[in-house]
């Protein structure tokens, strides 16, 4: 017991040493860009799409390379746990030396991340992916050097309103149903809030456990109450089983609606082409809102068609929007550095600032948000499918096609 | 509540159950025989659920035809485990077993997540998202085959029990291994069967999800879970009270969302008082011996 | 050849050593009881004959075959059954399947329906009782079960840990009646443990004494109940 | 003796040296890797000291957690700063505890192991669903405290890490420890024996929570944030059981090697392995489990002493 008390104190002194030891040689030929993706773990599907959008990216810059050097992009994996994503952000400051931080998903991540960047001075830069919740625009938001491309709750919302008010017969009451986590349950919030200033019945807002193998009583309860739209927001897990449950208890509200977890190769071929005929959701980004190439950059931001030829040819499926969200993100950040001449930080994001482009995202530029100082990509979308494919149908300006409306049983099909 | 409504959810939970008896059958009987709680079990159903995915994918081949062939699989999985690893904790206390099991989850979890990567996957067949109308009820094809499934197996799991001489053998173990030891029965091997039926049970229950749900490298977590209460509810060991558990909890589940508002949020959580709760008033369980 | 043949078995638990160096042999056809104060291994070296524990050194033989490295169903399988101390029938069990678990190996199974009408023989109340759980029976007619579960082996020898223990003065009697008749009409071998000494070196044709795990006294069971050494033994040394 | 003496001074001098000084030479990294590893310390010391008392459970998450939102709610709602609300959450989460130890009193093995497990999922889902006391699903910010700095945090979280381990000593030094080993083995025979049993079993919970609230009560401060996932998550109560039995079970220095190594190890792991890391994990319990089913102080001790009773049961699988 007492040699093994000083067995303990010489584990400690030594293990404390190792990390003390191999304190960064930070290379000064890469430029090193941090990327904590939860790549194990609940978030490890979402988190290979994103990490898919960088890797692209990054081989891409490194043709020409960055200030003539080479891009190096770390991941590490957080396991979808804040106090990992801590560690591996502040393992990412202080021995990799990174010059920012890309990429990203999840909002409790990264609240934590962010709160951990707290004490430097100046902050690390952040061009970040996985942070859509208000909460974390309102703590984080005023920062400078935090560049947020996933559009916020109320963007969706507001045009899952705005959609509806446009649609006609215009739908009179909307069942919420939404998973039981932060996602779920602030969007829907704010959903219920923006539906009810607008004038539409919400006859409830129900919640059921993320991921859950039966949605059966809830969809149940849902018939019952038998609403006009029956709107979800839930993860990919979630949205596949509403669909066959949906179908199997042949409930049929005249509107399906759900958020950007419905357009996803991922679902389309778990649900099967015909079932998710007519359903509707909100995207940030769709292939068919095709945008032309980028005047100042066509090397790293094509035109969409061409963006996603190239992205299906390297890795065998469709871009996911967290594949592009990454991808311009990263290629942003280099165009920063590139733009500022330095790894200086402020004028690399003063540089970033000025960033004013075409991607195959669309129009990226950094502008003020409700709260945040710099964010990019406001405009969302309303996709429907129609058979088997999406269609955009609103707002008027990007769509590709007319909404078919109301949803056809069903049995009548 | 309408008629119709309270049939609804009679149906809903029914399918429910099938399904929770599908996995945690295996799981007590795992227990019963062996005394170890097999926290590797729900990644049985996992990988079930991928064997009948890739079956399915790769070959074409049609969930009920694949079901023979992952019961084969799933069993000489079981077998293996059980030779290779579970063999050599059982005589250590009950943590290391947790651990060791726990361990074989993390590897497999981590394994399907690195071949077959995080996707969602689901089998999409005539009988996947469609369902038979019996006046106002909607009976789920795929669920049905759940519950036909999950009554077929734990009804052959009966005959062996009480039918065979190897069944006599199970229960025999189960009840004082060392006294079945003197009896010259081969108890390694009743151990094998244990774990291997345990095995092909969740692997059944795996191709029933990935048919009528889907399937993800982390979803083993999501069965294993429910299934330890299940046991647990029923008595560990006891076949007999898993199903009726099962059952139990299915529709309970099914009336609190059904009829509650928030109801699907708490469900769960009146499960776990449930359990709780029996276990109160009977430590073993409701078919609990020990 | 002896039919069983101990030969300086050490056994230990962990590091702790239980028996010393034992050897012992037990004749065919021959009733031979193992006497020995608590704790002094006996049952330690019935399990070691059937495997349940593993000797550290030392040989076991059966019919001239070393079998202390044999996995306990081909123990079983040669000819051994083995009756647990206090009893350890299933209690969940009919008596029947009780019975017919006996009778779980190749060579019990091959006569299975002759064996069940010896024992239901033997014993009639196990016969009346086939379909009731085993756990709701008295304790003498649980003993009487677990020697016929055993005996549905058909074994060449049989192994009894303890059979009289908590039982009344009558179904002793019946059970020792019993055991006479199976070493009389079946030639059968049987080595039992006990502690009631006078009792059981009196059904004995061979005593063997242990103390602290080691062998201190042995031969024909008269000579034994006469020695003393056996008053040092079960009364403290002078 | 005086020998031995010599060598436990040393031991522990050289401990509380790379205790205190080591940090000073760390960077943010490196000290928040102390902080999560004191906070491991503290829930394995702590789960360590239920398991003297022979109590077999997997909710240490929950008081754990039940700490975490006591400390952020009272933060939140009544402003209450830190330490108070930290002790707030150890109390909180000791009288939890007492409840559930009451509770399960006659629950067994692994029975008392999926109680206690499912109590967790109660717990969490019970926060998840009373918003507007809880936040819910939203979660609670709080500011950083010491500003964010990492040096004090070390030293608070250090100290909470400190408490079970000398709690652990205290128990092995006292006649409890004699009690708790009763109701380890022959929990009918301890109580034969007069021992109030009951007492002893619901003091063994409120003790251990109380230190796994106060580990909880200081978690949400020091990441600034909670939400029920990560208060209430069953990954620690797995953890809280995997260290102790890595480092020994029921020993002093077990649970702190295990919360050292094991931390340490994963997050080698991690940076090293990738999307691997945890597969590698896995493999790496799987083998431990195996090859040292005594844990490492178990095998220090083979190293160190020619002969130690270990006790082997060989033929028979005894499973109960």
Request: net charge positive.
């Amino acid at each position: 017991m007492r040699k093994m008390t000083m067995a303990v104190g010489l584990g400690l002194l030594f293990g404390s040493l190792g990390m003390v030891l191999p304190v960064a040689w930070a290379a000064e030929e890469e430029i090193r860009i941090g990327a904590v993706w939860g790549l194990t773990g609940p978030q490890a599907g979402v988190s290979q799409e994103g990490r898919r959008g960088m890797e692209m990216a990054q081989d891409l810059l490194n043709k020409k390379g960055v200030l003539g050097r080479k891009i190096r992009v770390i991941f590490e994996d957080d396991k979808a746990d804040p106090a990992v994503a801590v560690s591996a952000a502040e393992k990412l400051i202080t021995q990799d030396k990174v010059v920012a931080f890309v990429g990203g998903v999840g909002s409790t991540i990264c609240n934590a991340m962010l709160g951990a960047f707290e004490k430097y001075t100046p902050k690390p830069l952040g061009t970040l992916t996985g942070c859509g919740a208000t909460t974390i625009e309102q703590r984080f938001g005023k920062e400078r050097g935090y560049f947020f491309v996933h559009p916020w709750e109320y963007y969706y919302q507001t045009t899952m309103r705005d959609f509806l008010l446009s649609v006609t017969p215009r739908p009179q009451t909307v069942f919420i149903a939404h998973e039981d986590r932060l996602y779920g349950t602030s969007h829907s919030k704010m959903a219920e809030e923006y539906f009810k200033e607008a004038g539409f019945k919400v006859v409830a807002r129900e919640s059921f456990k993320s991921g859950a193998p039966d949605l059966t009583p809830l969809l149940t309860r849902a018939k019952a109450m038998n609403p006009d739209v029956f709107y979800w927001i839930a993860y990919g897990a979630d949205a596949v089983l509403v669909t066959k449950q949906g179908k199997e208890l042949n409930f049929n509200p005249r509107m399906y609606a759900s958020t950007v977890q419905l357009g996803t190769q991922e679902y389309r071929d778990a649900v099967g082409k015909g079932n998710a005929e007519t359903f509707v959701g909100i995207t940030v980004w769709e292939p068919i809102a095709a945008f032309p190439a980028s005047k100042e950059w066509p090397e790293v931001f094509p035109s969409t068609r061409d963006w996603v030829r190239d992205y299906t040819t390297r890795f065998k499926r469709e871009p996911h929007y967290y594949s592009i969200m990454s991808y311009v993100a990263l290629v942003a950040t280099a165009k920063g550095i590139e733009a500022a001449g330095s790894l200086e930080r402020d004028r690399v994001l003063g540089a970033m600032e000025k960033i004013n482009t075409m991607t195959p995202m669309g129009p990226l530029k950094f502008s003020p948000s409700k709260f945040a100082v710099n964010h990019a990509f406001k405009q969302m979308m309303i996709f429907q499918w129609q058979k088997g494919e999406k269609v955009l149908v609103f707002p008027r300006d990007v769509a590709s096609g007319m909404l078919m409306h109301p949803f056809p049983a069903w049995t009548q099909r | 509540m309408s008629l119709a409504l309270l049939a609804q959810a009679t149906a809903n939970g029914l399918s429910l159950a099938g399904l929770y008896a599908l996995v945690s059958v295996g799981l007590t009987l795992v227990f019963g025989v062996m005394r170890i709680l097999n926290f590797a079990h729900g990644e049985f159903v996992m990988l079930g659920a991928y064997a009948s995915f890739w079956l399915f994918t790769l070959w074409g081949l049609d969930p009920l035809a694949s079901l023979a062939v992952v019961l084969v699989l799933m069993t000489g999985l079981g077998a293996l485990i059980q030779t290779t690893l579970v063999k050599r904790v059982l005589a250590a206390p009950h943590l290391n077993q947790i651990l060791l099991t726990f361990g074989i989850a993390v590897t497999f979890q981590n394994l399907a997540l690195l071949l077959w990567t995080g996707d969602l996957r689901a089998i999409k067949v005539w009988y996947s998202a469609s369902s038979l109308t019996l006046g106002p009820v909607s009976l789920s094809l795929g669920r049905t085959f759940g519950i036909g499934l999950a009554m077929i197996l734990t009804g052959l799991l009966y005959l062996l029990l009480f039918r065979t001489e190897y069944g006599r053998a199970l229960r025999a173990v189960a009840q004082d291994p060392e006294a079945a030891l003197v009896m010259g029965i081969p108890i390694q091997r009743v151990y094998i069967l244990a774990m291997a039926i345990g095995a092909a049970y969740a692997g059944a229950a795996g191709v029933v999800a990935s048919v009528s749900m889907f399937t993800y490298p982390l979803i083993g977590f999501l069965f294993g879970l429910k299934a330890f209460c299940v046991v647990i509810l029923g008595g560990l060991g006891s076949v007999f009270g898993a199903t009726v558990a099962s059952l139990i909890l299915g529709l309970v589940e099914s009336f609190v969302g059904t009829f509650f508002a928030q109801g699907s949020s708490w469900a769960e959580a009146i499960s776990f008082v449930i359990l709780l709760l029996v276990l109160l008033l009977r430590p073993k369980g409701l078919f609990g011996v020990e | 050849m002896p039919l069983l043949e101990l030969e300086a078995l050490d056994v230990c638990y962990g590091d702790l050593q239980v028996i010393w160096a034992l050897s012992l042999a037990v004749e065919r056809g021959t009733i031979a009881c193992l006497l020995g104060p608590n704790g002094s291994g006996k049952s330690t070296i019935m399990n070691s004959i059937t495997g349940l524990v593993r000797p550290r050194a030392g040989a076991i033989r059966f019919q001239g075959e070393r079998i202390d490295r044999l996995p306990t169903y081909e123990i079983i399988e040669r000819g051994i059954a083995h009756v647990l101390e206090r009893r350890r029938v299933f209690p969940f069990m009919s008596v029947l399947d009780n019975l017919l678990l006996g009778s779980f190996p190749p060579r019990g199974k091959a006569k299975r329906s002759d064996q069940l009408a010896r024992v239901f023989a033997l014993f009639p109340v196990l016969a009346q009782r086939q379909a009731q759980l085993a756990g709701t029976l008295s304790g003498g007619e649980q003993q009487m079960l677990a020697i016929g579960r055993g005996l549905m082996a058909r074994p060449t020898l049989l192994l009894v840990d303890e059979p009289f223990l908590g039982l009344a003065p009558v179904v002793i009697r019946e059970l020792l009646d019993i055991f006479a008749r199976l070493n009389r009409e079946e030639g059968m071998t049987i080595l039992l443990v006990e502690q009631n000494v006078e009792m059981a070196l009196g059904m004995s044709h061979r005593g063997f004494v242990l103390e602290s795990g080691r062998l201190v006294i042995q031969g024909p069971a008269r000579e034994v109940l006469e020695s003393v050494e056996l008053r040092q033994v079960f009364l403290g040394r002078p | 003796m005086r020998r031995r003496v010599t060598v436990a001074t040393t031991g522990v001098a050289v401990l509380g040296l790379a205790c205190l000084g080591v940090p000073f030479l760390l960077g943010n990294y490196g000290l928040h890797l102390l902080v999560l590893v004191s906070m491991y310390v503290a829930l394995s010391a702590s789960w360590n000291i239920l398991t003297l008392a022979g109590q077999l459970t997997l909710g240490h998450a929950g008081f754990f957690g039940v700490g975490a939102y006591t400390s952020a709610l009272l933060a939140l709602r009544l402003g209450v700063p830190f330490p108070l609300g930290m002790a707030g959450g150890a109390v909180g989460a000791a009288i939890l505890a007492a409840g559930v130890g009451f509770i399960c009193l006659r629950l067994r093995g692994v029975y008392l192991a999926i109680a206690t497990l499912s109590l967790v999922e109660a717990l969490k889902i019970v926060v998840l669903n009373v918003p507007d006391f809880t936040e819910g699903p939203i979660g609670i910010t709080l500011s950083p405290v010491f500003r964010g700095a990492r040096l004090p945090a070390y030293f608070v979280m250090l100290g909470v890490a400190i408490l079970p381990v000398l709690a652990t000593v205290w128990i092995k030094r006292s006649k409890l420890h004699v009690i708790f080993g009763s109701i380890r083995e022959d929990e009918g025979a301890a109580q034969m024996l007069g021992i109030n049993t009951t007492a002893y079993k619901v003091f063994a919970f409120a003790l251990s929570a109380f230190f796994a609230g106060l580990a909880g009560g200081f978690y949400p401060h020091y990441i600034t944030y909670t939400v029920p996932d990560t208060a209430f998550n069953i990954g620690l109560s797995i953890e809280a059981q995997i260290m102790p039995i890595l480092g020994g079970l029921y020993t002093v220095a077990g649970p702190v090697v295990g919360a050292v190594v094991l931390t340490l190890v994963g997050e080698y792991l991690r940076t090293t392995f990738g999307a691997a890391n945890l597969l590698i994990y896995g493999i790496a319990m799987v083998l431990v489990i195996l090859w040292f089913p005594d844990g490492l102080v178990g095998l220090g001790r083979r190293w160190w002493q020619a002969r130690v009773p270990v006790p082997v049961r060989e033929g028979v699988a005894d499973v109960r």
